[in-house]
């Protein structure tokens, strides 16, 4: 158990809407990942952070923005939700024991996400 | 051009039978890592077993073995003595050298379906 949490486990929104998703760890990682899973796309990376308040983006940032001014909290933030947001959103963590180590990534729960 | 290729949309096996999920992936680095996870139907991504590209013998987990074949990229999980809990979707992950930001993501495969039967 990686000590991952996430907020909230579903959501219905209506498009145009802001939404929110949250992501808590509990042990200190320091890297912090978001995907979405879409049917035939396996997980495609949105954005990531690699400390309190460095992030990067991913594959598919475009319509999502990140924050994380704390190390436990990484926030997704889908500024005007619409439809094609309808996904299945994951957290992941991980840890370099050393720099540039190749260090294996623990998910959350995921959130559902529908967008009408 | 895709960097990590699931071909078995959809696999069967009998319960107590080995199978074999293949992947194969895409890279010009030295350096780099193989994953597999799982995803049964709650939902939940399970990592199961890692395998270094320099790692010289294939990665074991339990009843999980990574076939290992680096001249042909090929990463195929193979997952011995099958039980009706191994009903799942299967991910092959491709983790490559850091990015000019000094930090390295992973890529996902679209996955096989895997169905154990009694």
């Known amino acids: 158990d990686a000590g991952i949490t996430q907020s909230p486990r579903h959501k219905v929104t209506e498009t145009g809407t802001p939404v929110t998703l949250r992501c808590h760890q509990t042990e200190n990682h320091r890297y912090m990942y978001w995907y979405r899973q879409d049917p035939g796309h396996g997980l495609r990376l949105i954005h990531y952070s690699y400390g309190v308040k460095d992030t990067d983006k991913g594959e598919v940032s475009d319509g999502y923005s990140v924050s994380r001014s704390k190390t436990e909290d990484f926030l997704l933030t889908l500024e005007s939700a619409t439809s094609s947001q309808t996904s299945v959103y994951f957290c992941?963590?991980?840890?370099?024991?050393?720099?540039?180590?190749?260090?294996?990534?623990?998910f959350g729960p995921g959130t559902r996400l529908l967008v009408l | 051009a895709q960097k990590i290729t699931q071909t078995q949309p959809g696999m069967f096996v009998q319960e107590k039978e080995a199978v074999t999920l293949d992947c194969t992936y895409d890279?010009?680095?030295?350096?780099?890592?193989l994953f597999w996870y799982k995803q049964p139907s709650s939902g939940e991504m399970i990592f199961l077993i890692y395998q270094g590209s320099y790692d010289e013998q294939n990665a074991t987990e339990g009843r999980y073995s990574l076939n290992f074949q680096k001249a042909r990229k090929s990463a195929n999980l193979v997952i011995s003595a099958s039980q009706l809990g191994d009903s799942a979707m299967y991910f092959c992950?491709?983790?490559?050298?850091?990015?000019?930001?000094?930090?390295?993501?992973?890529?996902f495969g679209k996955g096989t379906m895997l169905l154990v039967s009694p």
């Open positions: 890279t010009s680095d030295q350096s780099y890592g």
């Open positions: 992941a963590i991980s840890e370099s024991l050393v720099a540039g180590a190749l260090e294996t990534q623990y």
């Open positions: 992950a491709m983790r490559e050298d850091a990015t000019s930001s000094g930090y390295s993501t992973l890529t």
